[in-house]
């Protein structure tokens, strides 16, 4: 049965006079770690000496430490690292300081999932995963209001678990919105299938067919463009706010029918039956081997400079120009120059 708890059944007790740790101040401990401190918990921040970001914490008046000493100081150690460069980081840094009565929170279960990082026996394991982007959900916190979150327990040694995860979840103000309680395999296979399949594999490979489909049919690509890239954010919109009867709802006749018939000749049995294969590439942990290999790194930033040199890409830059109204730091400006990615940087 699926729970969810709000504001009036969380309390911040079970963090008071506790020290928390962020380890990484990325997207999502930068803000998860001035949501804490803004709701009154005292909050330091685990970076490398040399990491970029620590004169940025330091601005924000965030006290800084070293990685290993702010773990081994910490009663809760929040671990925002991506994924990959967890396990490592936790050897060096994190596992030396710990004992029996901290707590482990992560915000991602992939390690714990698939085995990476293995918390001795006396340590609570924990995870508070808002679904939102860091920047979102520290607007929405600033705003009065908080972004859902997932809840967890993987191991509650205490016998409390649950209850500082909730304390945690208070703190950055997603029991506003609500916290739905999960496990940490449900929550990495939703995630990585989510990802793979439909929000980012799926989409940007539907995108990009159908952008070639016109263009080697002789359309214009800018005009391509339009209808496979640019009114996308247009339906995603309309489903975001109302779901998909609502995004139907809104518009046209013409449009909804081409939906409703065509849609599915487009992501039909054969498309079902790989995601179904991705789910089970997933469960089996093939994913996360191939994921954490030696090469993948290299193998990653080939992809990426394939991608960045595609037709696609190139008339989409041209044609943001054109696009004033876009903000300077996610549209015209990060298409020309993409920001560093804070939240690979390990500390």
Known sequence: ???????????????????????????????????????????RVGLRPESWSRGLAEDDGLEVLETGEAAAQADVITILLPDELQPAAYERSIRPSL??????????????????????????????????PGHLLRRVFKDGGGVPALLAVHQDASGHAAQTALAYAKGIGSTRAGVIETTFPEETETDLFGEQAVLCGGLTSLIQAGFETLVEAGYQPEIAYFECVH??????????????????????????????????????PEVRARM????????????????????????????????????????????????????????????????PRPEAVEV
């Not at 029996?100 to 995963?129: C, W, Y």
């Not at 706010?241 to 992501?267: F, K």
């Not at 394939?306 to 730091?329: H, N, S």
């Open 99 to 132: 004992r029996r009565g901290k707590t482990l929170l992560f915000s991602h279960g992939f390690n714990i999932r698939f085995g990476r990082i293995q918390p001795p026996e006396g340590v609570d394991v924990v995870m508070v995963a808002p679904k939102s």
């Open 1 to 43: 049965m699926l729970k969810i708890h709000y504001d009036a059944d969380a309390s911040l007790a079970p963090l008071a006079g506790k020290r928390i740790a962020v380890l990484g101040y990325g997207s999502q401990g930068r803000a998860q770690a001035l949501n804490l401190r803004d709701s009154g918990l005292e909050v």
């Open 276 to 339: 179904g294969q991705l789910l089970e590439e997933i469960r089996a942990g093939r994913f996360a081997d191939e994921f954490t290999s030696p090469g993948t790194p290299r193998k990653l930033e080939d992809l990426r400079k394939k991608q960045a040199a595609l037709q696609i890409e190139q008339v989409g830059k041209g044609l943001r120009e054109m696009m004033a109204w876009l903000p300077e730091t996610g549209g015209r400006k990060a298409a020309a120059a993409p920001e």
């Open 231 to 268: 009114e996308m954010k247009l339906i995603v919109d309309l489903i975001y706010e109302g779901g998909l009867a609502a995004m139907r709802h809104s518009i046209s006749n013409t449009a909804e029918y081409g939906d409703l018939t065509r849609g599915p000749r487009v992501i039909g």
